[in-house]
């Protein structure tokens, strides 16, 4: 049972990261498009800059930016002070793990219940954006997506932590990249 959470759960944090990792490269060649385009509009080359790149931009980094998160929280890369960790024993870091853990989970259903509730006000005010007037409310739903499978990955950390602290083998350290 652990091991089929275990693989499920890699399996949506790794496409998320590969997901937001295509996300961040259209941007990226949208933005060099945008700026090779208003560099070469004086010389009648090109189309010129694309408009509403910023808009584009705004949401791509975004959506991105969440869509890393599951990944991280799942590898425990997220920034950490462990300055006395070395000095701890095994039990009590055991017991930080899941107390971390346990924070991570509040700090990603806060997060996604929070989404959920800020892209539901700009879907009821029809609020969009200011150059391509694309619907606001579409760049919560793309982070809302993200914010949701770090949630679900937070609780498989704790799960795996809470494991850790009994005492049990994680198999999963076998097969982690």
């Known amino acids: 049972m652990y091991m089929t959470a275990y ?5 949506l944090a790794r496409w998320m990261a590969l997901l937001a990792g295509l996300v961040l490269l259209v941007v990226v060649v949208l933005t060099c498009v945008s700026i090779a385009g208003r560099a070469l509009l004086p010389l009648n ?4 800059p694309i408009n509403g790149i910023y808009d584009l931009t705004e949401i791509g980094v975004g959506a991105a930016i969440f869509g890393f998160l599951p990944w991280c929280q799942l590898q425990r890369s997220h920034a950490a002070v462990d300055l006395f960790k070395p000095v701890y024993g095994t039990t ?10 346990l924070g991570m989970l ?9 989404l959920y509730l800020g892209m539901l ?25 993200g914010a949701a499978a770090f949630a679900h990955v937070a609780v ?3 799960i795996r932590s809470l494991r850790g602290l009994t ?11």
């Open 121 to 145: 006000d700009k879907l009821r005010y029809g609020e969009t954006t200011f150059i391509m007037q694309l619907p606001v409310w579409w760049g919560y739903a793309a982070c809302l997506v």
């Open 92 to 101: 009590l870091n055991r017991v930080l793990d899941v107390i971390v853990d």
């Open 156 to 158: 498989f950390c704790v």
């Open 7 to 11: 693989k499920l759960t890699d399996a």
């Open 45 to 48: 080359i090109g189309v010129g």
């Open 106 to 114: 509040v700090a990603a259903a806060l997060i996604a219940w929070r």
């Open 167 to 177: 005492g049990r083998h994680d198999p999963t350290e076998e097969f982690a990249a």
